[in-house]
T-cell receptor
Framework: DAKTTQPTSMDCAEGRAANLPCNHS???????VYWYRQIHSQGPQYIIH???NNETNEMASLIITEDRKSSTLILPHATLRDTAVYYC????????????FGKGTLLTVNP | EADIYQTPRYLVIGTGKKITLECSQT?????MYWYQQDPGMELHLIHY???????EKGDLSSESTVSRIRTEHFPLTLESARPSHTSQYLC???????????FGNGTRLTVT
């Protein structure tokens, strides 16, 4: 199963872009990269996912390198409410996949 | 927002009691999951189900049991609660294919 590596913590100034990196060097060709976040022990919230191409939605952008060994989640204009633990996860298995959560990155957005 | 509900939100109970944590979703999802999370720690998968009458143990061994008699309902039961069961329990569901997980807000269990 592909594993991910994320920094333990990051800081970002309010209004600036937050760029959260994730390394998944053992990812296989049919595995997707998912990003979730968890705010203060609430249930995790889905943000975005992708396979090869860059993706964008109303919450964030996902940039996946051409070799797919790493990705970056971008929050274009971070707010204080974006302070949370961000999880980068690689989907394992076929259609009946499980999602295994690691320690994630604690992003603190500062005023 | 996804429609997945967990009750109770908080539960304080004495050692030896039997408890059931409820999880229901109204999205018709076949896949459902239970995760356990201690404060400030990782989520650990303890049970999952791929449909009615299907249940499997997750990556973290747990003394709890689950059942899946109806698509929308995935309760978790502890026959005899112990202080070591004190934790947050999070339920999630998803549709087929590569669709993402939708989580409930969790049940924070304290066993005294």
């Amino acid at each position: 199963d592909a594993k991910t590596t994320q920094p333990t913590s990051m800081d970002c100034a309010e209004g600036r872009a937050a760029n959260l990196p994730c390394n998944h060097s053992t990812i296989s060709g049919n595995e997707y990269v998912y990003w979730y976040r968890q705010i203060h022990s609430q249930g995790p919230q889905y943000i975005i996912h992708g396979l090869k191409n860059n993706e964008t939605n109303e919450m964030a952008s996902l940039i996946i390198t051409e070799d797919r060994k790493s990705s970056t989640l971008i929050l274009p204009h971070a707010t204080l409410r974006d302070t949370a633990v961000y999880y980068c996860i690689v989907r394992e298995g076929g259609s009946n996949y499980k999602l295994t959560f690691g320690k994630g990155t604690l992003l603190t957005v500062n005023p | 927002e996804a429609d997945i509900y967990q009750t109770p939100r908080y539960l304080v109970i004495g050692t030896g009691k039997k408890i059931t944590l409820e999880c229901s979703q109204t999205m018709g999802h076949d896949k459902m999951y239970w995760y356990q999370q201690d404060p400030g720690m990782e989520l650990h998968l303890i049970h999952y189900s791929y449909g009615v009458n299907s249940t499997e143990k997750g990556d973290l061994s747990s003394e709890s049991t689950v059942s899946r008699i109806r698509t929308e309902h995935f309760p978790l039961t502890l026959e005899s609660a112990r202080p070591s069961h004190t934790s947050q329990y999070l339920c999630a569901s998803r549709a087929l294919g590569g669709s993402p997980l939708h989580f409930g807000n969790g049940t924070r269990l304290t066993v005294t």
